[in-house]
């Protein structure tokens, strides 16, 4: 059968069980091809095999039962690069890649090179935010002696991921991946008051990205199917209105007293809209005095969160 026939069935099947029929085909088939979409647009009459098409079959199948694009075919673009994802990873989102802009943004106005600094991405998952930020720093910045990336996630299948994709951009030897909670792992290898000689958060600049679990269970239970179906809950769900894993990481900051041995610690979360009046009231019953400043994403709603202790 040939490519644009072929594409014609299975936007009709896709109806109904898509918002994007035209698009999702196209990646389908794509992937089983190996080819880029434009080679799908400039050769319409080409005949696909029976097995190819069979395969591209299947995945519509897979398709109209939900499963996300991403997690079909294994891979998911992200700030211009595209990473390998799984059941085990959260897909990242396009609105996550603010994170990567205002993070750099910060790195170029605030950081001294001269100064160990720490940049710590908490939930790592596919590892999509610490490689992309390794990988737009070494754009501008030759010298990375005084930079240590870290990685941590409570799943150990995350961070198999995270560390093939880690290897695919080159940036294994840049970052280390952690299993654990939160800030536990990297504590543990960099206490905050070490031993002589001992690389250390202490008089460091920390920089701590965290796209937690943050949604609520009234928010989580009115998600899409694809999502409560096929993501994982635990990089979904939290406690305590969604802020619980946020809560419990800005507690690891002060039981450990960082935000008093740490040169500067700049942190920067993703969080639900709704959120932003309790995540003030939240923090702030934690550290009384942190400057805030929340910010939108791209349909102008309160997606982030920025702390600075200095």
Avoid at 52 to 62: A, G, H, M, R, V
Avoid at 208 to 237: G, M
Wanted: net charge positive.
């Amino acid at each position: 059968m040939k490519i644009k026939n072929l594409l014609d069935q299975s936007k009709q099947k896709l109806q109904g069980y898509s918002p994007t029929p035209d698009l999702d085909s196209e990646i389908l088939l794509s992937s089983i091809l190996e080819k880029n979409r434009e080679f799908l647009f400039s050769h319409p009459d080409l005949a696909v095999s029976k097995k190819d098409s069979q395969k591209f079959n299947q995945l519509i199948i897979e398709r109209i039962k939900q499963e996300p694009i991403a997690y079909i075919v294994g891979e998911k673009n992200f700030y211009r690069r595209t990473f390998t994802v799984n059941s085990a990873t959260l897909i990242p989102r396009p609105e996550t890649e603010l994170i990567i802009e205002k993070v750099l943004e910060y790195y170029h106005r605030e950081i001294y090179l001269s100064k160990n600094t720490f940049l710590i991405d908490i939930g790592t998952g596919s590892g999509c935010i610490v490689i992309s930020l390794i990988k737009e720093l070494q754009k501008t910045q030759s010298n990375f002696s005084a930079l240590k990336a870290v990685g941590t996630d409570l799943s150990a299948k995350a961070l198999v991921i995270a560390r093939k994709n880690s290897k695919k951009f080159e940036t294994k030897n840049q970052i280390n991946f952690l299993e654990g909670n939160l800030l536990e792992p990297t504590l543990k290898k960099y206490p905050a008051q070490p031993a002589p000689e001992e690389k250390s958060l202490k008089d460091s600049q920390l920089i701590i990205t965290a796209n937690l679990p943050y949604l609520s269970q009234d928010i989580y239970k009115n998600c899409p199917k694809s999502v409560l179906q096929f993501e994982p809950q635990k990089a979904l769900l939290a406690d305590k209105n969604g802020l619980g894993l946020y809560i419990e990481l800005l507690n690891q900051i002060k039981t450990n007293h960082l935000d008093q041995l740490a040169w500067n610690i700049y942190l920067i979360f993703e969080i639900s809209p709704e959120q932003k009046e309790l995540v003030e009231k939240e923090f702030k019953k934690i550290f009384p005095n942190i400057q805030m400043r929340f910010s939108q994403d791209f349909a102008q709603k309160y997606r982030f969160i920025e702390i600075f202790f200095k």
